[in-house]
């Protein structure tokens, strides 16, 4: 069965003062399966955010290339785009300013079934009305605008919002980021819920592993643009290949608060995305970086011949990718 979103070799660029190029995306390639969610890791200015953007063509790709359900949409026109967004959607981390606020609540949810769907108005109205009841709202909020709602609320209308119309794709962008911990436990366990239901592809973007851990099937690391890792979310967490990904999984905190805790610790600083280094990009951050490392740029290869888990990696041929770990009570 062909996937739902399928990436293959994607890039975006941006210009910059002087002439100078932004490579924000450098080179990407995954796929979506439907009922599957695919998280998306790395640290601020990795591309998360960019690539979310791109496959909804909410950018326009630089180069490479985006299959949705099949059909290839990378160079599509604005105007063919618009009646895709029906069946891709996009969660954004702010649900503040994602929603009009002179907009009643019920009406911000039937907004998408009025700009796809030839449904009457009062089809909309019942379609809100049960669309909220989904994502746990009571009806009442409905005739409420958005300043009247709490930031759990608000995120839940956001995901009425994007369910509407029955997408095969949904984007969420650190949707849980600005809410606590109790409230952003039921707006995931929701999200699963829907993806059981309904069978709708997701790509979860986040700095909060310990969410992703919870909610991916599959994760793909990001380092300056590109894909360092990608594997079954369990293998990432338990067996990281990727020094990159090694350094990052060690500041998962996990549920003990008794567990030795083995912290990988970087040193000096991101390179700038205007000048990228030759070779590998983390080389000089890497604890294990040997000279080659600085020449020769990786490909993803598959992990001890797992196929499933692909690290870009020179050092993983000969056994000595693993970062000393230096453990802390």
């Not at 009009?100 to 019942?126: C, F, M, W, Y």
Request: aromatic share 4%.
């Amino acid at each position: 069965m062909n996937p739902v979103l399928q990436v293959e070799d994607l890039k975006k660029h941006f210009p910059a003062q002087g002439g100078r190029t932004v490579h924000a995306v450098n080179g990407v390639s995954f796929s979506i399966a439907a009922g599957e969610t695919l998280g998306v890791v790395g640290e601020s200015g990795s591309g998360k955010s960019t690539i979310g953007r791109a496959v909804i063509r909410l950018l326009k790709p630089t180069a490479g290339r985006i299959r949705f359900q099949g059909r290839d949409i990378t160079h599509l026109p604005e105007s063919a785009c618009r009646p895709l967004r029906a069946e891709m959607q996009m969660v954004f981390q702010d649900p503040w300013s994602a929603l009009n606020p002179r907009v009643r609540i019920g009406d911000l949810i039937a907004e998408p079934l009025l700009l796809h769907t030839k449904s009457s108005r009062s089809e909309r109205q019942d379609r809100a009305e049960h669309l909220a009841r989904r994502v746990r709202l009571t009806t009442e909020l409905l005739t409420r605008y958005p300043a009247e709602l709490s930031g759990g609320q608000l995120q839940r209308v956001c995901i009425a919002r994007a369910i509407a119309t029955q997408p095969k794709l949904i984007v969420l962008d650190e949707p849980t980021s600005s809410l606590d911990l109790s409230v952003r436990a039921g707006i995931l366990e929701l999200l699963a819920e829907l993806k059981a239901e309904t069978g709708v592809a997701m790509m979860f973007i986040s700095h909060d592993l310990g969410t992703v851990k919870l909610i991916s099937d599959r994760i793909m690391v990001l380092y300056l643009g590109g894909m360092v890792e990608y594997a079954p979310a369990a293998r990432v967490f338990a067996q990281p290949a990727h020094p990159y990904s090694q350094a990052l999984m060690s500041a998962h905190l996990p549920a003990d608060p008794e567990a030795v805790l083995r912290r990988h610790v970087l040193e000096g600083e991101i390179p700038s995305p205007i000048a990228l280094p030759p070779g590998c990009h983390f080389a000089s951050r890497c604890p294990v970086a040997v000279p080659a490392c600085q020449e020769t740029a990786p490909e993803l290869r598959a992990v001890h011949g797992d196929a499933q888990h692909q690290a870009a990696c020179l050092r993983i041929a000969e056994g000595a990718n693993r970062i000393p770990e230096t453990a802390h009570g």
